[in-house]
């Protein structure tokens, strides 16, 4: 593959693994013994949700609903699984959410549904979704519609950018639309409560359903919901120790590191939370791909890039990367390469203010989120420069390999924390404040 | 584990296995921590299993990041409020009730029952400045640690049964500490009273501790006390900063405003010739945390000249504190957390000589007198 930012595919989808119906009713066919192991780790999930106090009660009646789901959802006939997740998912709404929030987000799913069908050209279903998305963000900035304010934060997480992927994919794709993978691909339970939520690809929930057992999908999930508990715990310890540097505070080298370290660790907020989201979804077959790779061992920002949030790199690949990589491949492979970087994360600069617009209802710009993503997308592009000159030379081996490598990994570690404490300082007097403030014993 | 072992049970059973023992074994953590709590050798694991099983030291976030910023929780009072163009800039309403607002207060809008302007006679007053934690968030007024001080004073009597006290409570949710000691600098003195207490707690003093300063720039108003004015200029906030800039411009400013604000309040209590208790006031937190805040700002709190009543061990005997919060997730205390507060002051009070003088208006070799009266009743009780 040329194309050096998608090197590692995170949505590999087996050439062997057919999605035809039949084969996904063979990996969905039930057996009780592996049931059984199933429903116990679940219920041991359910016992350290509770003593760990995980999220909120919000949270645990979402938990508990999921795990109710999926033993009824386990034994029912293949036809219907689907089209029971779906009415589960737009039951919970009703539970988990404040009226009229889930009657407003139900109707105007429907409503963007019914556009995306409507019998006219693709673009003009495109304005009619494009419209309404308008109509929303009119209202959560001004607060002139008749509309709470916690639903814009609810639609926000559900519908801002998996609907740019499912009209990206009903576009270009020949799938039909239909209702119930519309439901099941917008309202997934998890995402009711963490409005923070991973960027899901259509396409490939719909092509890794059911690629395998049953029992080794949802294995896999209960690991990843066990993994995001405890990283979510650590979090815990990390903002914990972190607490007491307050910028007045880091007054020695010491703390300054301390800090920074911490303050790049509290990612785990959001691993946690979406290895948890991603869990859940494997106990109803769809056998997505991990959200976050070992990304504190990432031995390049390029590699760093592959490993967090891999499902926000997809998502960028495919509906910026791509499009832009294509149309200007005529003038070289290269330049066409770093011009769809750029345009990667320009579009990841943009998007984030514009994410917690929906969420919190303020543009975050920022001087400091500008510079953040303007050396990230630099060193990715010169980490990519520079992998593609070292091709020509010979690769060391042994122990030269393994200490390069480690001297990699902890450069990579070094730079990223750096930047992350840009990243969260509020501008950069702040940082330079808070980088400098120990030089003078903290006076 | 052999070949045809390995065949039969496949990839899913040992890693069923795997995932059910990590489950398993974090249930014994949990578990094992209150045990490790008792014994000092064990007490850091026991207080690191603790913060990891904490909801509540979320509550107060630390750090303000992109994505902290996303997940926050943002809380609204507003229907409680009067809103005005004062320093203060909002305050409570009067007549809000328990039922309907979850808040008391009388008619002068102070939280608590009705009480007179003037101070009635053969009656010790002490007025409470602070903010939520003394409110009561998400209690009833009378489980308040204010009104269970106030109580346990007039059951004790140590000024004997000619005298009874009352306890004013003169806070406001959502306060920081610019506006608490204007409270006491402009409102309290109105109602005569003979000792202020000033509730010193770490959501004053810890992050959104600027919340009050950065609030009076986006609005447009004057920060009424020259050291603060001073401060904002120093820091130059302005009105087109974003509410972050503001607090990160404001963030190596935060000891020297301290200092300011009690100093203010100590100049303006002793030109009423009377005294002022400072309490430092616990949060519902595991892992001691609020005594980890409050030690930042040590040295401020050893410069003050008045007596320091320090209540952040209210709660010591709780590994998991949470038990004592009046909401899941939330640091403010239920009605146990205020009983142990209450009970807690009453004890330090009567510990510190200078202080148990100051409450009850007697030289403080009186006081001691009394103090061991008190304590000789009580036992006798």
Redesign the interface.
Do not use: K
């Given at each position: 593959m040329g194309h050096d930012i998608t090197a590692i595919a995170a949505n590999p989808v087996p050439s062997a693994i057919s999605d035809s119906s039949a084969a996904q009713r063979k990996f969905a066919a039930p057996d009780l013994w592996?049931f059984c192991?199933?429903a116990?780790?679940l219920a041991?999930?359910m016992?350290?949700f509770r003593?760990?106090?995980v999220?909120?009660?919000a949270f645990q009646t979402m938990a508990n609903i999921v795990c109710g789901a999926f033993l009824v959802h386990y034994w029912l006939p293949f036809r219907w699984q689907e089209p029971f997740l779906a009415a589960v998912s737009i039951g919970g709404a009703f539970l988990l959410l404040h009226k009229p929030v889930p009657e407003l987000l139900v109707a105007i799913g429907l409503l963007l549904f019914l556009f995306l069908r409507l019998p006219i050209r693709f673009r003009w279903r495109l304005v009619l979704v494009a419209g309404v998305l308008a109509v929303l963000i009119y209202g959560c900035a001004t607060g002139r519609l008749p509309i709470p304010g916690p639903f814009y934060a609810v639609f926000g997480g559900i519908f801002i950018f998996r609907i740019v992927i499912y009209a990206y994919d009903v576009g270009y794709g020949e799938e039909p639309i239909e209702l119930v993978p519309f439901l099941n691909y917008f309202f997934i339970l998890p995402n009711y409560i963490f409005?923070?939520f991973p960027v899901i690809d259509y396409q490939t929930m719909r092509h890794t359903r059911y690629q395998r057992?049953t029992?080794?999908i949802a294995?896999?999930g209960?690991?990843w919901i066990?993994r995001g508990?405890?990283q979510l715990?650590?979090y815990?310890?990390v903002?914990?120790f972190?607490?007491?540097y307050?910028?007045?505070?880091v007054t020695s080298l010491r703390s300054l590191v301390t800090n920074m370290v911490l303050?790049y660790l509290?990612?785990l907020?959001?691993s946690g939370r979406f290895h948890i989201a991603v869990g859940m979804l494997h106990l109803f077959g769809y056998d997505l791909p991990e959200t976050n790779r070992k990304y504190l061992l990432a031995n390049s920002f390029k590699d760093l890039w592959r490993r967090i949030n891999i499902y926000w790199k997809d998502f960028m690949v495919k509906v910026f990367y791509y499009p832009v990589y294509f149309k200007l491949r005529k003038r070289g492979d290269f330049q066409a390469q770093m011009l769809a970087t750029a345009a990667v994360f320009v579009a990841s600069w943009l998007l984030?203010p514009y994410?917690?617009f929906w969420?919190?209802g303020r543009w975050?710009f920022?001087w400091v989120?500008t510079i953040f993503w303007a050396v990230l997308g630099a060193l990715v592009m010169l980490t990519t420069l520079y992998e593609r000159r070292r091709k020509k030379k010979p690769r060391l081996r042994g122990w030269q390999a393994s200490g390069l490598h480690a001297l990699q990994v902890l450069g990579t570690f070094t730079a990223m924390t750096i930047l992350w404490s840009l990243?969260?300082?509020?501008?950069f007097?702040?940082w330079t404040?808070l980088m400098t403030?120990w030089m003078g014993g903290g006076r | 584990m052999n070949q045809s072992l390995r065949r039969k049970l496949g990839s899913f059973w040992p890693a069923t296995a795997l995932t059910a023992v990590t489950l398993i074994a974090m249930g014994v953590v949990a578990q094992a921590s209150t045990v490790l709590f008792k014994s000092p050798a064990g007490r850091p694991a026991a207080i690191l299993i603790a913060v990891m099983r904490s909801r509540e030291i979320l509550d107060n976030a630390g750090v303000r990041g992109y994505y902290e910023r996303l997940l926050g929780k943002y809380g609204k009072m507003d229907q409680d409020y009067i809103y005005d163009r004062s320093f203060r800039i909002f305050r409570f309403k009067p007549n809000l009730t328990w039922e309907h607002d979850h808040v008391t207060t009388n008619s002068l809008g102070l939280v608590g029952p009705e009480v007179s302007l003037r101070k009635p006679p053969h009656t010790r007053r002490l007025a409470i400045v602070g903010a939520s934690l003394t409110t009561g968030q998400g209690v009833q007024y009378k489980e308040t640690y204010g009104a269970l001080f106030e109580n346990r004073l007039n059951a004790m009597q140590p000024n004997g049964p000619g005298e009874r006290f009352e306890v004013l409570n003169l806070s406001c949710i959502s306060y920081t500490l610019p506006q608490i000691v204007d409270t006491a600098i402009e409102d309290a003195p109105r109602f005569e009273p003979d000792v202020y207490m000033l509730d010193l707690n770490e959501l004053a003093i810890s992050t959104e501790w600027s919340r009050h300063l950065v609030q009076l720039t986006q609005l447009g108003i004057d920060p009424k006390y020259d050291f603060l004015r001073d401060i904002v200029r120093s820091a130059e906030v302005s009105r087109q900063d974003s509410t972050d800039v503001m607090y990160g411009k404001l963030a190596p400013y935060r000891l020297a405003t301290l200092r300011g604000e009690l100093r203010a309040l100590e100049a303006s209590v002793a030109s009423h010739h009377v005294p002022l208790l400072v309490l430092l006031i616990p949060a519902v937190e595991a892992g001691d945390l609020c005594k980890r805040r409050m030690s930042t700002i040590a040295d401020v709190i050893h410069e003050l000249d008045v007596p320091v009543i320090d209540l952040l061990d209210s709660y010591d005997e709780y590994l998991n504190p949470s038990v004592l919060a009046a909401f899941p997730g939330d640091v403010h205390p239920n009605h146990r957390g205020h009983a142990l507060m209450a009970e807690n002051l009453y004890r330090k009070l009567q510990a510190q000589p200078d202080a148990w003088a100051a409450v009850l208006g007697h030289p403080v070799a009186g006081a001691r007198a009394a103090a061991d009266a008190a304590h000789a009743s009580a036992s006798m009780k």
């Open positions: 592996r192991g199933l116990a780790q041991l999930l016992a350290v003593l760990y106090h999220e909120d009660l409005t923070l057992d029992h080794q294995q896999q209960i690991q066990a508990v405890i715990c650590l815990r310890l903002f914990y972190n607490d007491q307050l910028p007045d505070r303050t509290l990612y907020n959001v984030h994410m917690s969420l919190i975050t920022s989120d990243w969260y300082s509020p501008d007097r702040s404040y403030h | -």
